[in-house]
């Protein structure tokens, strides 16, 4: 009997526990390039930090911009079409601002989550790279140090 209790216990566990967000984190390239690829599209960044995210990507240094940039997301949703193979869109949500976009850009987007290692999701066709609360800091005095250093995202996995 007691047995049976402890594998009810754990059972009750992995069920509870399926509904709660994971977290995750990068650092250097990947979270880099998903800060630059958001940030191109963030309402909330001053065309200054847009720039400087940009030629920092570019491998350009950040010039005479000595702060830290914060690039954030509410909510990112990409998918790929692996039945039609044509489909490609992203959504991205900025508090209430959305921003939609198919083709190219879409497919950056895409392509930099999963190269961020964000985990893959399948059905009907389509396969989706979602986060949730993405926050990504970047420093440019320590990422002008080439030393992998200067910028660090944290997201939690998308419902």
């Known amino acids: 009997m007691k047995r049976a ?6 059972i009750l566990m992995l069920i509870a526990g399926s509904g709660a967000a994971s977290a995750a ?3 250097g390239s990947p979270a880099l390039a998903l800060a ?26 950040a010039g005479p911009y000595k702060d830290k ?19 490609r869109s992203c959504e991205l949500t900025f508090g209430k601002q959305t921003e939609t976009f198919t083709g190219r850009a879409a497919n950056e987007l ?3 989550e999963v190269f961020a290692a964000v985990p893959s999701d399948g059905a009907a066709g389509k396969i989706y790279e979602s986060v ?3 926050k990504c800091t970047l420093d440019p005095k320590a990422i002008a140090q080439n030393d992998g250093s200067g ?8 419902n």
Request: glycine share 4%; aromatic share 6%.
């Open 110 to 112: 895409y392509a930099t």
């Open 69 to 87: 940039i914060t690039v954030t997301a509410d909510k990112i949703v990409c998918l790929a079409g692996n039945v039609d193979i044509t489909a």
């Open 25 to 27: 984190t990068i650092s």
């Open 5 to 10: 209790h402890i594998f009810a216990l754990a």
């Open 132 to 134: 949730s609360k993405l």
């Open 36 to 61: 630059a690829v958001v940030a191109a599209h963030s309402p909330v960044l001053s065309p200054a930090e847009k720039k400087t995210v940009a030629a920092i990507f570019d491998g350009k240094g």
């Open 151 to 158: 910028a660090d995202c944290s997201y939690e996995a998308a």
